[in-house]
């Protein structure tokens, strides 16, 4: 009895340590697993969100064309969307805002044909949906009346003085979806699906559907752009596999080790039997010789059965380790071996155990003999990755430590090796490398190629705005002396035009001076540091209030106001800003500026509001580009270029600038620098 129990508790500790093992791996199998999948459907959604934008994108430019505030132009603007037609594959419909929503405008159909209303699918309906909001909305699935075929619809409302007049559509076939997700790679029966707000399946790839009786871990990720989900599922079939083989390969070593405790235990208490049963029959040795022997021989047994079990466990653990793993002698000898080892090292079906580690692999270099030598002194050397040219010509990169292992006397016996095949990791690594390389020698390239542009258009520039200032000079000096001269020999008429000429020269003049600052901006070299706006603003607000000092402004300067650039055009930039809203500011009672901090998608913007004239937003792509001007001269006299010059200061030091504004009401101007 005593050696049954003492069997069953040498073999509970490796039970208990197998099944730790096996749950422990399927685990982290698992939580991998749903980080993958995670990732899988995070990458899709972001796809299906740049396959809904680039639409949203076109069908907005249609509709801040002004083709449509003319109908006697709109076969132009049916020829604009065939061409949306012809670059997404999707139809185009102009409908108006009332109930029901009048189709005006068809690309299915020749221009005039007589057009019903838009229908009205079930579930969220995306035409409703945008004029109710003002922004682009994306619809669910439908059934197409015409097609018979499932469709989903995405509608961009025509604003005209914040309000919808019309409504422009695209219908998306289900099949171009279903052409994105079939271009997914996916482990051997994971599924992926795109869902609308309903829970109706747009599209899905491996569509077999799991029983009930099969349930399945799930990924949810909601697009940023419409009211569709990613669904990514991974059925608890694709873990069984792994399960099976852990738990017979669990019961496969509690077998051999029972086993084996098993019959240790009846040859050891086979033989203490004996011994005991001598003991009791008479013999002529004395009894206190008896007793040693016995008591020797017994220890001597089990110590024999012990280190066999040990060895045994030893084996096993080896074996079935989830590592390439070998134990070696002193001359290189297998001793123990991994599955995992024999795997990697295509060592299926050959015996190993006790050959020479030198006659299964004869093309190991001399350099790692020599590490095998210094883990056989006693020292542990590793490398994270090392290259192994094998006797057929193939190339394997591994990854490796070598340790010593002691026997009871403290001497060494032997090393224990692990590896690890990192060829496909270092495959990606050289072509993530390669692939930079080659990035990096065409942004070399790029840059090269802008920076001659640009120093072709400086002295381009340069050149023209100097030997413009010559004949400029002589006009406006001949000019003014025929005015000094002449003028009694001039008629009113005369003279008026004489004026126009030197207001002209004047103007020229200007913008010469303009293109010389609008190309300084571009050259002059970034000093970046702190800079108080707050501070700044102030200063340039009472250079504004000593230019004119009978204006009445209110003036709201946020304190603590901070940005990181150049000092020197980051005062240009907030003196252009300025400027602007102080002068169209100066048709109103009492003009009202203020500067201020405002937070945008988490980031911190410097906003310079105003009330003055304001701009029309349809014309907003106008205000940054070089003498453009939304005004007329008489109104607001100036050239055009502060606040293109503003543009390009902000975009030199890798920062954003946008602007909102309506007529008579103001506008406000917001950067951001990093």
């Known amino acids: 009895m005593f050696l049954r129990r003492l069997i069953w508790l040498s073999i ?11 749950v422990d791996t399927l685990r982290a199998r698992h939580q991998q697993d749903l980080r993958q999948a995670a990732m899988q459907a995070g990458n899709f959604a972001t796809d299906l969100d740049q396959f809904l934008a680039s639409r949203i994108g076109a069908l907005q430019m249609l509709a801040s064309s002004p083709l449509l505030e003319d109908r006697a132009r709109w076969p132009e603007l049916y020829q604009e969307a065939q061409a949306f037609h012809a670059s ?52 669910d699935l439908f059934i197409g009346p015409v097609s018979k075929t499932p469709l989903c619809s995405i509608a961009v409302p025509v604003l005209r003085k914040k309000r919808p007049e019309y409504v422009l559509l695209t219908l998306l076939d289900t099949t171009l979806l279903q052409q994105r997700i079939d271009r997914r790679r996916l482990p051997e029966g994971w599924s992926i699906a795109v869902k609308d707000s309903g829970g109706r399946e747009i599209a899905r790839r491996n569509a077999v559907r799991h029983q009930e009786t099969d349930p399945a871990d ?49 040859l050891a208490a086979s033989r203490l039997g004996r011994a005991v049963r001598g003991l009791v029959q008479p013999t002529p040795v004395p009894g206190p010789e008896i007793a040693e022997i016995a008591e020797a021989r017994t220890l001597l047994e089990q110590s024999a059965a012990a280190r066999r079990e040990s060895e045994e466990r030893q084996e096993i653990f080896i074996k079935h380790a989830p590592a390439a793993l070998a134990m070696f002698d002193r001359h290189m000898r297998y001793l123990h071996v991994s599955l995992r080892w024999i795997r990697d090292y295509g060592l299926e079906g050959r015996e190993i155990i006790g050959r020479s580690h030198y006659d299964i692999f004869p093309e190991i270099p001399p350099e790692w003999r020599e590490f095998h030598r210094r883990g056989l002194a006693g020292e542990v050397v590793r490398a994270d990755a090392d290259r192994f040219v094998r ?21 060494i016996g032997g090393i224990v090796l692990f590896s690890e095949d990192i060829t496909g990791l270092k495959k990606a690594q050289e072509e993530i490398e390669s692939l930079n390389t080659d990035l ?40 003014e002396a025929l005015r000094e001269d002449c003028a009694a020999q001039l008629s009113e008429e005369g003279l008026d035009h004489l004026q126009e000429i030197q207001t002209a020269g004047y103007r020229m003049g200007e913008l010469v001076d303009g293109l010389l600052v609008l190309s300084r901006s571009l050259r002059s070299t970034l000093e970046c540091r702190s ?15 000593r230019q004119e000092p009978g204006r009445k402004v209110q003036w709201q300067i946020d304190d603590g106001l901070e940005v990181n650039g150049d000092p020197r055009m980051v005062e240009m930039l907030l003196t252009n800003l300025l400027s602007n809203a102080w002068k169209y500011s100066a048709s109103t009672e009492t003009g009202r ?46 050239i055009g270029i502060g606040l293109a010059t503003v543009q390009r200061i902000v975009n030199r030091h890798g920062g954003t600038i946008a602007a909102d504004g309506e007529p008579g009401n103001g506008a406000t101007f917001r950067f951001w620098l990093p």
């Open 593 to 638: 500026i203020r500067v201020c901090a405002e937070l945008r998608d988490g980031r911190t913007f410097i906003a310079v509001a105003d009330n003055g004239a304001g701009f029309d937003m349809r014309h907003a792509e106008r205000l940054f580009k070089p003498f453009q001007r939304l005004h007329r001269q008489d109104e607001f006299p100036g």
């Open 218 to 266: 799930r990924v949810v990720v909601r697009s940023e752009l419409s009211p569709w989900t990613v669904v990514l599922e991974i059925p608890a079939a694709a873990y069984r596999a792994p399960l099976v083989r852990f738990a017979l390969l669990l019961a496969l070593g509690l077998l051999l080790t029972t086993v084996a405790g098993v019959l240790g235990g009846s």
């Open 440 to 479: 990096e020698r065409r942004v070399e390239l790029r840059t090269a190629e802008l920076k001659a542009a640009n120093q072709e258009l400086d002295a381009f520039a340069y050149a023209v705005s100097h030997d413009l200032r010559a004949p400029l000079r002589a006009m406006i000096g001949f000019s």
């Open 12 to 22: 509970l500790p490796l039970m208990l340590l197998s099944l730790w093992l096996a």
């Open 531 to 545: 800079v108080d706006v707050t501070a700044l603003a102030q200063r340039l607000m009472k250079d504004l209030e």
């Open 88 to 139: 997404f594959g999707s139809h185009v419909i102009l409908a108006d805002v009332g109930r029901p929503m009048q189709m005006l405008l068809n690309t299915r159909t020749p221009l005039g044909t007589p057009l019903p209303p838009l229908p009205v699918p079930t579930g969220k309906a995306a035409a409703p949906a945008a004029v109710a909001s003002g922004k682009p909305e994306v619809g």
């Open 391 to 411: 006797a057929d010509g193939s190339v394997q990169w591994v990854r490796w430590e070598i340790r010593p292992w002691r026997q009871a006397d403290g001497t």
